[in-house]
């Protein structure tokens, strides 16, 4: 009923109720001890390597104890084992993945519903999770969060444009060339991902120039489409106008990293996390990675599972309590930096040379543009039953989408709402052909693919 409402009323109006529903979420996030853990991470800024290790070995071990205790997943797993609190026997820990969890997710839990704050996650793995947080844990990761941002001048409230996945446009709006809504309270215009292509960036650009933010957050993928075209343009967009770029949810590359900030004329700073609770990385200002000992355990192992400098992430996230994330396969890969590098930013954590990560492809509709991964990964939100699935564009009007479905859950409630979730990115036009497989296998590489765009050499972009 209120998406209904949503749709109907005027942008004005659209405006007042996302800044009250922010309003609402922020609540839950900035409340309670948001505020003690914020003090706590800035007061810890400058703990050495070895007081950050005595940390993490003793949130490791509180961690494992409540987890073991409470989640029957856990409890079962474990069975047998000795002295699992004790960081130096993480490996004596199954390795568990997202499938193994998904099917048994109702007993990995350590909450209710109704007390937990739900995070339904697409993921570039194709797999859908739903993860419950404690309030608790939603407020230390924010805390974790709006310590890194700070560092660069952010705090809530300061002028901010955020590209995500909200899909917040009506018909009016795209008539009107009208890509944004903004939340009045917190300052934040939120600008679609799901409308970018050529013929609409100049407004995106215009409207930023008139917003003038300070802070930009989001898809950093989108954020290249507009460099892109203000450079090609030769659009001169103001100096010191925005103070710092944040990107989410995708990989950057050093080509991406220099238009975005070429075209912007300021610096990005990267960070890595999950929907589902991952521990942080973050890019200081010498725009060194470091991994934050004080969120979780990073282990990067080699194909027999044993630790390496360069290969799969393998997580365990303090910040997980309500849906534990231990000794989780997250499908990333990583590169350390030598254990003897340090940074002289201040920042004591390990440094990592590079975030691998996934390939980082999209799907293009002649209707509405560039689909960024970010934005395909959220196609599978609200959907139950859809195990796997893959996107494979051969013709520019059309696309086929593979799918491995449980049939216990996947009904055609599931079919419609999965097809919506398309059409709401890719428009009205193209082809969508629906191909129910058994098993969608790995690339030679051992990497798995979500989507295969074959036309790139079609499009001049």
Known sequence: MKDKIYMIIPHFFQNILISIFNLLAYRKRYGGKYKDFLKLFKDHRTLTLEQLKNNQKSRFSEFIRKASLNSNFY??????????????????????????????INRVYTIENKNGIISKTGGTTGKSLEVLYTHENMQERFAMLDDFRSRFG?????????????NL????????????????????????????????LKYYIENLLKFKPEYMVGF??????????????????PKNTIKAIFPTAEMITEDMRGQIEGFFKTKMYNQYASSEGAPFIYECINNNLHIELQSGVFEVLNENDKSTNSGRLVVTSFTTNGTPLIRYDIGDNITLEGEGKRCSCGNDNPLVKEILGRINDYVYSPEMGKINLGNVSNTLKDTQGVIKFQVIQNELNSIDIQLIVDDAIFNNQAESIFMKNWRDRIGD?????????????????GKYRIVKNNIKHLLNI
């Open 154 to 166: 952010y705090s809530l409230g300061k002028k901010t444009a955020w590209f995500s996945g909200k």
């Open 169 to 200: 446009l009506t018909n009016r709006d795209l008539n009107r060339k009208r890509f944004w809504k903004t939340d009045y309270l917190y300052k934040v215009r939120y600008y679609s991902t799901f409308h970018v292509k050529e013929d609409y």
């Open 220 to 237: 950093p993928s989108t954020m290249l489409e507009i460099a892109k075209y203000g450079l090609k343009h030769k659009i001169d967009f």
């Open 429 to 445: 036009k193209m082809n969508i052909n629906f191909i129910y497989v058994d098993d969608i296998p790995n690339e030679a590489s």
């Open 75 to 104: 409890r079962i797993l474990y069975t047998g084992l000795n002295n699992i609190e004790d960081i130096a026997n993480i490996d004596q820990l199954p390795i568990v993945d997202k499938e193994m969890l998904r099917k048994d």
